[in-house]
Every structure is written in structure tokens, then in C-alpha cells.
């Protein structure tokens, strides 16, 4: 199916770019009239993204004064920029179509030019907008073995700290994750998945509200999840689902909004993955089978201080006992690192063998086929690869990317999506799982929708996939994911400072394109801008007083000095 979307210019004009002889002449927009007026002088910058048989329409072009001419010109990173019209005369309608040869982004720039020096000369555009075809995807049902008679389960298995490239079914050539491994050879793999932020509590906030950090407002040491949002726990409550949740991270509890719509909340700071199992089972053995359930596991074996238990540290990290000791902690040398990335390897598989044993109590119980289960991460691990160790220190992928695996009810054939995804896509995928429909506020998307597409479309992706950090004294950073290219840019004394990526040929994230593509480095950036604008960052944000026992919590694992 095709159809035609347009891109406002009046609407748009907020925010675009504008240049001028002076700050006096600048183009002005009358919303009532879908009219754009451009007083001699003045200029109007537009940075987007436009694709082949985009054209730039508008009703009429009125020109006022001696020599009043429209001038349109077009910038891309390939092309360099170009005039594409010269419009001397007032005329009923324009058509300039733009001749990309595809999806690109540009910087459209309309100029108004007299000579005559008349304070009303210049020019007046009535409804200009751009205007492209869009196409739409038809997907096919998916298809499952026997529907069940009532709604699913639904368990959310998160491992703090896995970062995608120390799995198995990832490329990984340890044998670190043979469980998960298996598991996703039966369920859907999302090769390409980008979180929300690099540290937990924004991370979880977006996957159990489907909102942006500064939405949600749970964004640094002190904020909390406003009691105002709905969250995934309490949608489901509401439809008589028995809500449980099992955490050992101190940044996901009661004090920062996390208890929300759970029956029972269960958190014992820093427990390894095998007593998280046990106190699951406990809860089994108490349950009434006749409701269906929300389980939510947060476990945390790979989170430093990477402490691995036996058999996994002699087989995965053997000559770590020999690594020197050192002060402060957190600060580590790079002759750490081979230690440390063992350490990490080893507490992965340890967590990665509970996993097993839970998958086995749930077949064993006879719940498996019928219950949605999706594995992730809140966020990777960095080691040194951007400067840094850890994580929540900026938005590489390392530490942005996370491994995310779904099995949706009755699922039997593993698939493997390269198709861009994101944290907030979680609760709409649950709720479209579930039966239930889907809030018109939520940007997400139903990953079984995108699971059984044949073909990716770059119409149906988001516009941006967006990312927000700012923690403790740390600075600023947003990122946004559109296509192939990654901007990340963080904010400087001078001001922003910007890293393009193309991540499909640079998935390390090394080279810098920022300076060799200025064009697609603004207009994602423009995007970022947009995108805050329309959130007033910060607006939801609430802090809470931390307790005693809480700040050291954060304090044993490295989150506050």
C-alpha cells in the first residue's frame, strides 16, 4: 500500500534553523493562515531526512517588491549544495521536486531576495510543505501451535549489566551462555536492540512505563518514578493478573517508584542468581494457578564487583588470583583488563546456568509453552573500550546495547531480527501479547509484529531511536539511532559535541563521520532538539531523601563516591 505524508514547513518552522542579515529579519509563520512569510533577507533552514520523490509543494508563492525572488536550495553530505529553484514571479502553485536517489538527510533552505529595500518586500508561501510516498508493511499472522484458552503469562528475565557480545547465540566464542543459547534458538533474537540509557534505573523506568528517561523522570541518584505514570505491573494488575517482582538491584526499589501495581515485591540487594531461583520456586509453591501472572527477575551476577562462584571462576577466569590489588576501587589499570573480562565471562555463564534451571521449573510445571518470556539486559559493561570502565559514563554501544531474546506463547521456530529496537518496546509488546490495547501515547512497537516481518521497511521504524544519561556530576548526553548512522553528543563547556557512527559498518563505534557528514550530523541532532522540546525535559522529574542504608547500597556498588 502507498500513500503520501508530508512534512509541515509552517508547522516546522519552530524548529528549523535560520540564518539572516540581521536577528530582525527572520521568517515568521501564521499557523491560523498555513502561511510562511519570508521577509528580504531572511532564511529558513530545515534539517531532515527525505527519501527518492520527495517534493517540495506549496499552494501558491506570492512576491512582494522589485526583484522579490524565492531562491531553493539543497544540501546533502554526497551532493554537496545545489540550487534547485529560482522563482522570480508570483505564481498558484510550486512543485520542485527534490531527485534523491534515497533516504538521506538533507538541509533544505528557502531564501527570500529584493532589491529594492521596501520594508514589506520579500516572499509569502501558502501551506508549503515536503511532500513523499510512504509505504506500509502487510504482515502476516504469526503462527503458533495451539492458542491458549486464556491469556499468557508473562515473565521478564533481566540480567543487570549483560552486555550483547558475551553471548553464544551473539557471535561469542566462549561457552559462556549455552542455556540462553538454546533458548534462543526457539525464540526471537533482536540482533540490533538499544536501550534507553546506560544504567539501571532509567533503563527499568522506560521498560515498565514505554516512556523516554526525561518522560518518566527517573534519571539520576535522587528521582523517582512518578506515581502519576501507569506502569506495565499495574496494567496488568488491573486485568487480574498476580504481579511479582524478585530484584537485587538497590536503584529498582520502593523508595524510586518500582513497587507500583506488584502484588509482591521482593528485594534482597546483590543475592546471586541461584537464590533468586530459589525464592522464585517458594512463590510457585504458594501461587493460585487459576490467575495468569507477571513475574519480573532482576538478577545480577555479571555487575561488579565481579565475584563468580565455583565451578564457573576456575573455568572461565583461572589465573584471576593473580591479579594485583589496588585503591581506589572502581579505578582500575588497563593490566586489569583480561582479569576483569574473565571475571565477567564467569559470572554470565553462572547466571546463564540459572537461567537453565528456571526455563526446566517452568517446563516441568507445564507453564513454558503458555507464558511470554523475554530475556534482557538494562544495559553492557564497558571495558576501556571509550575510555571508561563500567557503564552509566556515556552512550557507546557497549554499554547502550543490550541482548534481547522473546519467546512469545507457543512459539516453536527461532527467528533472528536485524530490524533497530528498543527497551520502550517491551510494554507494548506485552500488552498487544496479552490481548490488550495499546495506550496511542506510546511510541514503542509490538516486537512480534516487527519478529514476523519478512522484509524490514525503513518507513516502519521510529523516527529515532532515543537514548538520555545525565548522572551525578557527569554531563549531558542524548543519542538517537535513524537508520545506519548514530549521533551521540554530549555537552561541553563550549557546547555539544558531537560522534556520528554508521553503525551497520562501524558497530565498535571508532570512527568519528561527524566532521565528513555535517548535513546528517545536524539533522539527527536537530532531531534530538525536537524531541526534548516536545518532552520540556525534566518536567516530570521528583527527587527523594535517601536513606542511610540506601546510599550505601549505591555506594557498595560503586554508584556514588
Known amino acids: 500500500m502507498e500513500g503520501d505524508a508530508y512534512y509541515d514547513l509552517v508547522t516546522k518552522l519552530g524548529s528549523a534553523s535560520v540564518e539572516g542579515e540581521t536577528p530582525a529579519i527572520v521568517p515568521m509563520a501564521k499557523h491560523e493562515e498555513d502561511l510562511l512569510l519570508l521577509p528580504a533577507g531572511a532564511e529558513a533552514d530545515y534539517l531532515l531526512f527525505a527519501g527518492p520523490e520527495s517534493t517540495l509543494r506549496a499552494d501558491g508563492v506570492i512576491l512582494r517588491g522589485a526583484g522579490a525572488r524565492l531562491e531553493i536550495y539543497l544540501e546533502t553530505d554526497n551532493d554537496g549544495k545545489r540550487e534547485m529553484a529560482s522563482i522570480g514571479k508570483s505564481k498558484e502553485g510550486l512543485a520542485v521536486p527534490l531527485r534523491l536517489k534515497s533516504r538521506t538527510a ?24 515536503l511532500w513523499a510516498p510512504t509505504a506500509v508493511r502487510n504482515l502476516p499472522p504469526m503462527s503458533v501451535a495451539s492458542p491458549s484458552p486464556r491469556r499468557p503469562n508473562v515473565l521478564i528475565y533481566l540480567v543487570d549489566t549483560l552486555r550483547s557480545d558475551r553471548l553464544g547465540c551473539f557471535g561469542y566464542p566462549r561457552p559462556t551462555t549455552p542455556n540462553i543459547d538454546r533458548f534462543a ?17 532509567a533503563s527499568v523506568a522506560s521498560i515498565f512505563t514505554g516512556l523516554w528517561p526525561p518522560a518518566h523522570g527517573a534519571i539520576g541518584w535522587k528521582h523517582k518514578l512518578s506515581d502519576e505514570i501507569v506502569t506495565l505491573a499495574e496494567m496488568l494488575q488491573a486485568e487480574g493478573y498476580r504481579t511479582a517482582a524478585f530484584v537485587t538491584n538497590t536503584n529498582v526499589v520502593k523508595t524510586f517508584g518500582f513497587t507500583q501495581g506488584f502484588d509482591e515485591f521482593t528485594r534482597k540487594l546483590k543475592r546471586p542468581s541461584d537464590q533468586v531461583n530459589a525464592m522464585v520456586f517458594d512463590w510457585f509453591e504458594g501461587r493460585d494457578d487459576k490467575d495468569p501472572f507477571l513475574l519480573y527477575l532482576h538478577t545480577m551476577d555479571p555487575h561488579a564487583p565481579y565475584a563468580p562462584p565455583e565451578p564457573f571462576r576456575t573455568e572461565f577466569a583461572p589465573t584471576a588470583d593473580q591479579m594485583p590489588h589496588w585503591q581506589p576501587r572502581w579505578r582500575w589499570p588497563m593490566e586489569a583488563l583480561p582479569y576483569l573480562s574473565d571475571l565477567y565471562d564467569a559470572e554470565i555463564a553462572f547466571n546463564d546456568d540459572s537461567f537453565g534451571t528456571l526455563l526446566d521449573f517452568l517446563e516441568k510445571l507445564g507453564l513454558y509453552d503458555d507464558t511470554l518470556i523475554i530475556f534482557a539486559s538494562d544495559h553492557g559493561e564497558e571495558f576501556k573500550e571509550h575510555g571508561r570502565w563500567r557503564h552509566g559514563a556515556n552512550l557507546h ?28 518496546d517491551l510494554l507494548p509488546t506485552i500488552l498487544a501479547g496479552v490481548g490488550l490495547d495499546v495506550p496511542d501515547v506510546l511510541e514503542g512497537r509490538d516486537l512480534a509484529a516487527i519478529a514476523r516481518a519478512t522484509s524490514p521497511a525503513a518507513e516502519s521504524e521510529p523516527s529515532g531511536i532515543y537514548s538520555h544519561l545525565r548522572l551525578g556530576r557527569g554531563p549531558l548526553n542524548h543519542s538517537v539511532v535513524s537508520g545506519q548512522w548514530k549521533l551521540i553528543r554530549k555537552q561541553t563547556a563550549e557546547g555539544w559535541e558531537l560522534f556520528l557512527f554508521d553503525w551497520r559498518q562501524d558497530p565498535t563505534e571508532i570512527h568519528n563521520r561527524a566532521s565528513q557528514r555535517p548535513v546528517m550530523a545536524a539533522v539527527l541532532s536537530a532531531l534530538i532538539d525536537e524531541k526534548v522540546a516536545i518532552l520540556q525535559e525534566s518536567a516530570a522529574v521528583e527527587e527523594v531523601t535517601l536513606s542511610k542504608e540506601l546510599e550505601e547500597d549505591l555506594r557498595s556498588l560503586g554508584y556514588l563516591e
Open 106 to 129: 538533507i538541509r533544505l533552505s528557502l531564501r527570500s531576495v529584493a532589491n529594492d529595500g521596501e520594508s514589506d518586500s520579500g516572499v509569502v508561501l501558502k501551506k508549503p510543505a
Open 185 to 201: 534458538d526457539h525464540s526471537s533474537l533482536f540482533l540490533n536492540a538499544i536501550g534507553q540509557s546506560s544504567w539501571t534505573k
Open 397 to 424: 554501544v557497549e554499554t547502550l546495547n543490550f541482548p534481547l531474546i522473546v519467546k512469545f506463547p507457543d512459539q516453536r521456530k527461532g527467528l533472528r531480527v536485524e530490524e533497530a529496537v528498543q527497551h520502550i
